[in-house]
């Protein structure tokens, strides 16, 4: 059963309705044991720490922080917040020590629940330097406490604070006084185009967020949810707290490198991810078919093409598939494409929300070629995740981002910017009346920054309008799709466009070092470093190939006329990438200018 109501009370009524049924599906800190916990065992945990909170002295819209990686006890403080009216922030697990310091002194934050050690050792190290932070509370048990700590204590020690439910009665009032206008969460946005700012995102957007998605996607108490995205990010959170709403079972998946191996463990039949997941997932099973024999990749390449015409040439369009493609694609489903679903542990798929960068057209066929039902959409933390989506039995088109969902009014404005205003649009960035300023126009409406075009109801991008490249020659370039469209190459694992006021477009293509040493070995090529086989012309000349049979389709003046083969991946630690890996294109430039610079050497 579907129940929007209050966040504050949304786990203890779920608990009244489903009791001891499994809620929560997990594994401790450390473990590899899937463990689970009951609606009734969550509501209890949660009405704890609402009263341990109650009792450390946390007010009405005081804020607390989470820096952790998914976990149950994640969960566990965030509900037990909002039941008292407590607005939690998220922070990145990966998020580094002035990040931390700045977000906990720019929303004065009191208190601060981390994960593990090293999120401990980066809070601890810059604790006196947070004017209002009171306590750090520790979720790992395994956790090392230095010595000379007097101001933190486990989630253990803090759970029994409020153990015996010593202040049920005030938490009860606060149910009541609970209202939509409250903030829940200031969400830091990651800083790709500047400083972050803090997100306002209240219990009402939450309200008309999960209300609209509740009648575009068939999330239902028979769902098994696994999250792969941290919970710090907006599509996760939102997708997370909708599949609450809906009854599902949610798995929570610690540690994002570890997901397909969970998925196999656990067998969800949904799973919220950004593009590039299934850029791995295309690429691993197109590679499997290169090196099949020539009989199996015959066989598969038919079920791919059946699949294709089943469900895009047909489905996709509202039309009926002729009964004879039907049986075809049945038996092919059931004897081939089940086996690609069965490797990455979806036998029983229902779909999979897709968000947070460009898709490819050519992956986003392949998904659903094979059987799995990809809802591909766009949204901002601004707008609290979801704009518009694909409506599960609704046509779409592939390379759209799908439908507005209720509530929401687009409007396309200068240099076709989208323009968003709804109840599900933020009000404000915490204390930044000058973004606030630029963000919004006399008539209320929220500036994206991003490009795009409304046809036949469907809502299309076309690029971040600051990332717009127009070289010297005055041709205008998207690297977004351009970039989208190399990494479906096996070879290529990141990519930074150059373009800007430059004669033609080139590229850092960051190689999958493991599959280049084996096309080297391969074809007797030996290398001592990433260095030396990056360097190699031979090398350089293979995925240069590989690029010009990708870019076909493209203008001259947008094709990549030139690479540079980069020895180390981009990193947060270079600070390249944001905590949701997504290019720093300016610091990208300014740590390698020497190199880009060569490319355009006459």
Not at 197 to 207: H, N
Request: net charge neutral.
């Amino acid at each position: 059963m579907k129940t929007v109501s209050h966040l504050s009370s949304i786990v203890h009524e779920q608990a009244d309705r489903y009791g001891s049924r499994e809620a929560l599906i997990f594994r401790s800190f450390g473990s590899l044991k899937w463990k689970s916990v009951s609606w009734k065992q969550f509501s209890m945990r949660v009405k704890q720490v609402s009263n341990a909170m109650l009792n450390i002295g946390l007010k009405p819209q005081d804020n607390i922080a989470v820096f952790a990686q998914n976990c149950i006890q994640y969960l566990y403080t965030d509900f037990g917040a909002y039941g008292i009216r407590v607005a939690s922030i998220p922070f990145y697990a990966t998020s580094s020590e002035q990040q931390i310091q700045f977000m906990i002194n720019d929303a004065q934050v009191r208190f601060l629940f981390v994960g593990e050690q090293e999120q401990y050792d980066k809070a601890q190290k810059i604790f006196s330097l947070c004017p209002t932070l009171e306590r750090i509370i520790i979720f790992d048990p395994s956790v090392r406490m230095s010595t000379h700590d007097p101001n933190s204590l486990y989630f253990e020690d803090f759970i029994r604070l409020g153990e015996n439910l010593p202040r049920q009665s005030e938490v009860e009032e606060l149910y009541r006084q609970a209202n939509d206008d409250d903030i829940c969460n200031i969400l830091y946005t990651s800083g790709t185009t500047g400083a972050s700012k803090g997100v306002i995102l209240t219990y009402g957007q939450y309200r008309a967020a999960h209300t609209a998605n509740l009648k575009c996607v068939p999330i239902t108490d028979k769902d098994r949810v696994i999250t792969f995205l941290p919970l710090t990010h907006i599509f996760e959170r939102g997708w997370c707290y909708l599949c609450l709403y809906a009854g599902a079972r949610i798995i929570l998946n610690t540690y994002p490198r570890e997901i397909q191996q969970s998925m196999r463990e656990t067998h969800p039949t949904c799973m919220s991810s950004v593009p590039r997941f299934w850029e791995k997932l295309y690429v691993g099973v197109k590679d499997k078919i290169d090196n099949s024999s020539a009989m199996q990749q015959k066989i598969f390449r038919h079920a791919l093409a059946v699949g294709r015409k089943y469900n895009i040439e047909y489905l996709s369009h509202g039309r009926r598939p002729p009964i004879g493609l039907t049986l075809e694609y049945k038996t092919l489903n059931k004897s081939i494409l089940s086996l690609v679903r069965k490797q990455i542990g979806l036998e029983n798929p229902n779909f999979f929300p897709t968000a947070g960068a460009t898709v490819s057209p050519e992956v986003e066929e392949f998904v659903h070629s094979i059987g799995l039902s990809m809802i591909v959409g766009y949204g901002l933390t601004e707008s609290l995740a979801t704009v518009s989506c694909d409506h599960k039995g609704k046509p779409f088109t592939v390379g759209s981002v799908g439908r507005p969902i209720e509530g929401i009014e687009i409007k396309i404005g200068e240099n076709d910017e989208i323009l968003l205003k709804g109840p599900t649009i933020t009000r404000g960035y915490y204390k930044r009346d000058d973004a606030n300023a630029a963000a919004f126009d006399a008539d209320g409406f929220f500036h994206t920054g991003d490009a795009g075009y409304m046809k036949d109801g469907e809502l299309f991008l076309k690029e971040r309008i600051k990332d717009l490249f127009k070289t010297s020659n005055g041709k205008y370039i998207a690297p977004q799709a351009l970039e989208a469209m190399l990494l479906v190459d096996k070879y290529i694992d990141q990519v930074n466009i150059v373009a800007e006021e430059r004669k033609f477009v080139s590229a850092l293509i960051v190689p999958d070092f493991h599959l280049l040493e084996e096309y080297a070995a391969d074809n007797g090529m030996n290398f001592e470093s990433n260095e030396e086989m990056c360097a190699d012309p031979r090398i350089e000349k293979m995925v240069m190939d590989r690029i010009d049979t990708l870019q076909q389709s493209l203008a001259h003046y947008e094709k990549v006329k030139r690479i540079t083969l980069m020895p180390k991946p981009f990193s947060m630690e270079n600070g390249e990438l944001t905590n949701t890996l997504k290019l720093k294109r300016s610091v990208v430039n300014k740590n390698y200018k020497e190199i880009i610079d060569k490319m355009y050497e006459e």
